[in-house]
């Protein structure tokens, strides 16, 4: 039972068993060790810096380099893409520097790590992509391409929305980001998560980088509907499929996190293009982040072709709609 003074003893016993290292890897990062609990937690310079049993694994900037970042996305600052100039490798880190306590990218391991580091940025890369069969360098070079939606059709205002996420007059809730948001209410919920009135001001996902990586692990990293798991947790293996899940052939691995974040428009309905994309993206970056694509795992974990959705649409298969 935790009494307020069984509180405090445990803060000064913890404080007491602080240690102070020196990164091991001769960076001047500093690492901070405690226990809780018989639990060994650390923070981890700005970059974990929250007391975490994921702060004392080595960070991202430790496993996934400035060099690393721009061969993925070797394209992205050519003339002819559309966000010339917007991303770049320290919007990526400092964006993650508040997922990072949370498991992200921190979690399981060197391998998992670097393994989750190219599923989150595969599902960024083919969604910010404009590649396309004969562009330079092959359609996967050019992730990062697009910052947001170029033509939008529609101010994607949702009005049964209007007493929790109100559309501001004037403002278009079109794709923006790193897996881009649209729709009235999906701005106002990240916008809450983060602190950032995004309802009022939309465009701010297309004015700061590292904002927009912000969003894109915010839905990474939470479930969708509270009673189900978040891409992070489906990917690094702390879900546990139910027997629902099982027959519904879902199964933990990069394929699950595609229909948790679209659903029917890229699962079950085979290998169709939206989503061999985004798979061939994952293996692409894991070659070049010198995992290698033999690491993904098996066709049945990494794709979703045969997995009903998490959340369907509608009750009966949408295969005719599109
Ligand atoms: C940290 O990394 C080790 C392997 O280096 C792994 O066994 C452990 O699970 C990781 N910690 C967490 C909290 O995931
Ligand atoms: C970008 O957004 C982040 C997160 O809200 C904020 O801390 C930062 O100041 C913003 N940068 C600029 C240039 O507005
Ligand atoms: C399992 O699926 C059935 C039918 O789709 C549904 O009625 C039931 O609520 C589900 N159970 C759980 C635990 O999700």
Sequence with gaps: MWTGRSVTIALIVGLLAVNLLVGANGDDTTTLVKKVKGKKVCIKGWECNRWSVYCCNQTISDLFQVYQFENLFSKRNTPVAHAVGFWDYQSFIIASAIYQPLGFGTTGGKL?????????????????????GVATGGPLAWGLCYNKE??????????????EFP???????????????????????????????????PEYLEQNATLAFMAAMWRWVTPIKKSQPSAHEIFVGEWKPTKNDTLAKRVPGFGATMNILYGEMTCGQGDIDPMNTIV??????????????????????????????????TATPATSSS
């Excluded at 998992?112 to 396309?132: D, I, N, P, R, W």
């Excluded at 403002?171 to 998560?193: D, F, T």
């Design 167 to 201: 559309c501001a007059p004037g403002a278009m809730y079109y794709g923006r980001g790193a897996i881009p948001v649209y729709w009235n209410y999906n701005y106002g919920a990240v916008g809450k998560a983060l602190n950032v009135d995004l309802l009022n001001h």
């Design 280 to 313: 061939s993206h994952y293996l692409y970056y894991l070659d070049l982040m010198g995992v290698g694509r033999e690491e993904a795992g098996p066709h049945e974990v990494l794709s979703c072709a045969e997995q009903r959705a998490f959340n369907p649409a």
């Design 112 to 132: 998992m790590q670097m393994k989750e580091v190219a599923a989150f940025l595969a599902h960024v890369g083919s969604k910010t992509s404009c590649g396309y």
């Design 150 to 163: 170029m033509s939008p059709s529609q101010a994607y205002c949702d009005d049964s929305y209007k007493f």
